[in-house]
């Protein structure tokens, strides 16, 4: 085969890697670009180690809240909305052991910024799917201040803090010990030993 | 040839007018005459309808509020109680989506799937590239989580509904993975989906490279948009939320992401978190069952369904008293590894009132529990007992002595 070869001239000339077939058994696919990954690779880890640069504040995310039209299903507190998720919890709540739900859940303990293990989560989600109808459209600075606006009203951060690929990993969440990873998955066993 | 036409009709009604006559004067409603469709013949001819008389329908879950208050979230039920075989016909399989996924529009010309992350060649297929691979077919069963069944509920479209089964046509994702060279220090896989939301779900690298498709064809034609256009993944076994529709991407990493569908089903209690993503062994009586009507005292096959996350069905059992004793029903389809099985038992009803259930058993042996063994294991009472994780109970149907069929939880 002359894939080795071909690898070798290519990596020493630093030719686009686009320039050869891929995959080693079938040749089927193109290699994407560092580019290419990078506009897809929205999954923020709990490291954080795919955000991107920029940095927002609590006082940024309160202008954006109201621009971008959180409000309208959110609620102007964030947590009387009555349709999308309570963002907002109207109490200070300390961390509560309840099991989150993704259809509306319009209750406090449900808030994500108090109930998330990890504050990329939020990050995440906003980057991803926020707002309704113009999903993806925020810029890396308008996420960081969004999310520092959720955090900072429901006491997890103080409302100066600056968030940014640094900071924003490390927020000590109050839920943050608060779940069970699923078991390690292995075929042919069942999902939990002495379980009826 | 059409002159001859009518004449053939005729004969047909005549003959068949005679036939029940002959066969003890059981009357042929006038439904059996031909009627005619409102559809051109070639719209007929080039995809064809069911009969105006077949009415089975979906219907969205009640207490979600399907479409909600955004006119956007979906669960939406499969009418188990018509159910047949094991195939569920795709304009009946049960969907649920994430906030605005209801059917987006997606050009297969224009998808693409990314596997990158913790590979040594991140690659992207195009649909027609994903098509020249090596692939499979395989009948499988989904299931939303959400699938319990509630006092409140009538049916069993309402108690079981959010699960179906179809056959399913793809690449191995362990053959993409491998193409892709995965890196020793990877554990998990980050699926993601091109609608609105981009649904992500973290799922074990194990069963990732075991058995999970990335698929595009569905019950023979491709994946419908409800059920993910163009591509699919299939994680056989596992809860709904990780049989990512519109896959575009798969990241390898090592750890798992905490996305926000992640996030949706965490638990703080390690158990809970053990059985909430692998569907435990489960089955349901769908004839006879709540809202059906039985004739009277004689002879009714009985028929359900009965699958398990963790492989095929050895076996499933049924009471007619309300589990004081069980007896072997068969089985009546080939036992897929997670897909549904059905199961037939001969009964003869002796018009007094009776509870039926049926419980089943996987290939590791587990037993399908009923409420009692649940609030045994938890140790609560029965009447309060909150099943964790994927409900998977027995359902009993109360059948009264007038031959009505209620739900047994109620």
């Given amino acids: 085969m002359g894939f080795p070869r071909l690898f070798i001239v290519t990596t020493v000339l630093g030719i686009c890697q686009t320039a050869w077939t891929q995959s080693p058994t079938y040749g089927i696919g193109k290699s994407p670009s560092a580019e290419e990954i990078r506009a897809w690779d929205i999954a923020i880890s709990p490291t954080g180690k795919e955000l991107p640069p920029g940095h927002g504040t609590a006082k940024e995310g309160a202008a954006l809240y109201v621009r971008k039209g959180c409000a309208a299903c959110h609620g102007a507190t964030g947590s009387s909305g009555g349709h999308a998720p309570t963002l907002i919890s109207r109490h200070d709540l300390q961390a ?85 990873l699923p078991p390690d998955w292995k075929p042919g066993e069942p999902r939990l030993q002495g379980y009826p | ?200 779900s973290s799922i074990p690298l194990a069963k990732a490279m075991d058995d999970t498709l990335v698929c595009y064809a569905m019950n023979g034609e491709p994946i419908r948009p409800q059920q993910g256009f163009p591509l699919r993944l299939m994680v056989p076994g596992f809860e709904g939320i990780y049989q990512i529709k519109y896959l575009r991407r798969i990241k390898v990493v090592d750890r798992y992401y905490m996305t926000y569908d992640d996030y949706g089903h965490i638990n703080p209690d390690p158990k809970t978190a053990a059985l909430t993503h692998q569907i435990g062994p489960k089955s349901v009586i769908t004839y006879p069952s709540g809202g059906q009507q039985l004739s009277g005292p004689g002879f009714y096959e009985i028929s359900g369904l009965a699958w398990s996350g963790a492989g095929v069905i050895r076996s499933v059992e049924l009471s007619a008293d309300g589990g004081q004793s069980w007896k072997n029903a068969e089985l009546r389809t080939p036992a897929f590894p997670m897909a549904h099985t059905r199961f037939g038992f001969h009964w003869n009803w002796d018009g007094k009132e009776c509870v039926l259930m049926s419980r089943c058993t996987d290939e590791l042996g587990t037993v399908q529990p009923t409420r009692a063994d649940v609030a045994k294991y938890w140790n609560e009472p029965v009447d309060k007992v909150r099943v964790r994780g994927a409900d998977n109970t027995v359902q009993p149907w109360r059948v009264a002595s007038d031959g009505s069929v209620h739900n047994g939880l109620s």
């Fill in chain 2, 1 to 200: 040839m059409d002159s001859k036409k009518p004449n053939r009709r005729r004969f047909l009604k005549g003959s068949a007018a005679l036939a029940g006559v002959a066969a003890g004067g059981v009357p042929l409603a006038k439904s059996q005459t031909p009627g005619t469709s409102d559809k051109k013949i070639d719209e007929l001819i080039a995809y064809g309808d069911r009969s105006r008389f077949v009415t089975s329908k979906r219907f969205p879950v009640a207490e979600r509020h399907s479409p909600d208050e955004f006119g956007l979230t979906f669960h939406v039920l499969a009418p188990l109680q018509d159910s047949v075989g094991i195939i569920t016909p795709s304009s009946l399989f049960y969907t649920a989506t994430h906030r605005g996924a209801f059917v987006p529009d997606i050009d297969p010309r224009e998808h693409r799937l990314m596997i990158h992350g913790m590979v040594d060649r991140p690659l992207v297929f195009t649909m027609d590239e994903l098509k020249r691979l090596p692939y499979v077919s395989r009948i499988h069963f989904v299931e939303c989580l959400g699938n319990r069944a509630r006092p409140t509920h009538k049916t069993v479209q309402e108690t079981h509904g959010l699960t179906s089964c179809a056959e399913w046509t793809g690449v191995p994702l362990s053959l993409l993975l491998k193409e892709a060279g995965v890196q020793k220090a990877a554990s998990w896989i980050v699926a993601e989906g091109a609608e609105e939301v981009k649904g992500a």
């Fill in chain 1, 96 to 180: 509560k052991p309840l099991v989150p739900c993704l259809a509306p859940c319009v209750n406090d303990s449900n808030a994500m910024a108090i109930h998330s293990p990890f504050a990329t989560t939020i990050w995440d989600y906003i980057n991803r799917g926020m707002p309704i109808g113009k999903e993806g459209t925020l810029t890396p600075n308008e996420v960081y201040a969004l999310t520092a606006y959720l955090l900072s009203k429901n006491n997890v951060i103080k409302e100066d803090d600056v968030l940014d690929q640094q900071s924003l990993p490390k927020v000590k969440m109050p839920n943050r010990d608060g779940f069970a």
